[in-house]
């Protein structure tokens, strides 16, 4: 009866420890935290989605005129290298990001991405917490993005049918200061452009 016993106990051990349910160590014995796992334990790995309005620093930050002026590279996934290897179509061209109004008409050298919009749709459709939820998510490697900073992907559509400008267009908003595009899988920098 022992033997059984003792045999039945030694296997809900092992199962439990394979399903990781069992804590082989005790608080007197458990190792102090390296400095990765505090790292790790302190950055949320999370992105929040869905459609929300923009919060009023985002408007604040986003509404303007932009200059596309830095070609930044490629998405991981997909991208358009062979059209534009340096961006040079994109780069010194104009988008307007106004509350009642969206033009893409500035984007002279691509005529697939002439919008204008009156009233248009702005909405945050993801907020991620950090570069490694962003990532995770997007599968994009924004040069200079650093690991704890905010980025907010802005849907752009039209207010009537709801239906966003273009699957192939992205705006990503970096803590509030920094306007990056994302066009068929080429990224590239905004810079906003100064009012007189």
Same mark, same amino acid.
């Given at each position: 009866m022992k033997?059984?016993?003792?045999a039945?106990?030694?296997?809900?051990?092992?199962?439990?420890?394979?399903? /990781?349910?069992v #804590?082989?160590?005790?608080? +007197? #014995?458990?190792? %102090?935290?390296?400095?990765?796992?505090? +790292?790790?334990? $302190?950055?949320?790995?999370?992105?929040?989605? /869905?459609? =929300?309005?923009?919060?009023?620093?985002?408007?604040?930050?986003?509404? *303007?005129?932009?200059? =596309?002026?830095?070609?930044? *590279?490629?998405?991981?996934?997909?991208?358009?290298?062979?059209e534009y290897?340096?961006?040079?179509?994109?780069? *010194? @061209?104009?988008?307007?990001?106004?509350?009642?109004?969206?033009?893409?008409? *500035?984007?002279?050298?691509?005529? @697939?991405?002439?919008?204008?919009?009156?009233?248009?749709?702005? #909405?945050?459709?993801?907020?991620?917490?950090?570069? @490694?939820?962003f990532? !995770?998510?997007?599968?994009?490697?924004? %040069?200079?993005?650093?690991?704890?900073? &905010? &980025?907010?992907?802005? @849907?752009? $559509?039209? %207010?009537?049918?709801?239906? +966003?400008? +273009? =699957?192939? =267009?992205?705006?990503? &908003? &970096?803590?509030?200061? !920094?306007?990056?595009?994302?066009s068929?899988?080429t990224?590239?920098?905004?810079?906003? !452009?100064?009012? !007189?």
């Amino acid at each position: 009866m022992k033997k059984t016993l003792l045999a039945c106990i030694m296997i809900m051990l092992m199962l439990a420890s394979a399903c /990781g349910n069992v #804590e082989t160590t005790t608080s +007197s #014995e458990s190792k %102090p935290e390296t400095e990765e796992s505090n +790292s790790t334990a $302190s950055t949320s790995e999370y992105c929040s989605q /869905g459609h =929300v309005n923009l919060d009023s620093e985002t408007e604040k930050f986003i509404y *303007g005129t932009w200059k =596309v002026k830095t070609h930044l *590279g490629f998405a991981n996934s997909y991208n358009d290298a062979s059209e534009y290897p340096t961006g040079q179509k994109f780069i *010194g @061209d104009d988008l307007i990001i106004e509350k009642d109004f969206f033009s893409s008409k *500035g984007l002279k050298n691509y005529k @697939d991405y002439q919008y204008e919009l009156k009233n248009p749709l702005y #909405e945050i459709t993801s907020a991620c917490d950090n570069y @490694d939820a962003f990532y !995770r998510l997007y599968k994009i490697e924004i %040069p200079d993005l650093n690991a704890n900073d &905010v &980025v907010k992907a802005i @849907d752009i $559509s039209d %207010p009537s049918t709801k239906i +966003s400008i +273009s =699957v192939s =267009v992205s705006f990503f &908003v &970096v803590n509030n200061d !920094r306007l990056i595009l994302l066009s068929e899988g080429t990224i590239f920098e905004l810079e906003k !452009r100064m009012t !007189r």
